[in-house]
């Protein structure tokens, strides 16, 4: 996936990414996963995310893996988190995770309600669940 791809993915490339990360095979795998960690950095990839989740006709690992990305991304890069000293964390290399644009947020709110809501598998309900909590 090259930065082009990936700024202009939509909700069956990143279907196709989350079945690859599944794959046997690390020349699908790795490509695959490395794509899933840069999620944070593609506008609109977290509606993408509850999209697949909350879409039942999608394999359940697939929703799942979904709703486990959404919720790390909504952890990660809700607001700006800091420590109990009110310093900005960051991660291993000293950077701070990019923000979520509200144009974002104002997409996810709603509809990780109404997945919730609709959801009749417990695990994605406690994912979607945890991730609502989180922001």
């Known amino acids: 996936w090259d930065s082009f791809t990936m700024a202009t993915m939509d909700v069956e ?8 990360s599944f794959s046997p095979d690390v020349n699908l795998r790795g490509p695959a996963e ?9 506008k609109g990839a ?3 995310l509850l999209q697949i ?4 006709q999608v394999q359940f690992e697939v929703r799942q893996a979904a709703a486990i990305q959404l919720k790390n991304i909504c952890r990660e890069c809700w607001a700006e988190r800091v420590n109990f000293a009110g310093y900005p964390l960051s991660d291993g290399e000293s950077q701070k995770a990019p923000l979520m644009d509200d144009e974002d947020k104002g997409r996810i709110r709603p509809g990780l309600v109404a997945a919730l809501l609709e959801e009749p598998e417990k695990s994605l309900r406690d ?4 991730t609502l909590h989180t922001i």
């Not at 490339?13 to 989350?18: E, F, Y």
């Not at 989740?53 to 039942?56: D, G, Q, S």
């Open 13 to 20: 490339q990143l279907h196709v990414v989350l079945q690859q």
């Open 34 to 42: 490395e794509t899933i960690r840069n999620l944070k950095q593609i």
């Open 46 to 48: 977290t509606a993408l």
């Open 53 to 56: 989740a909350a879409e039942k």
């Open 127 to 130: 994912l979607l669940a945890e």
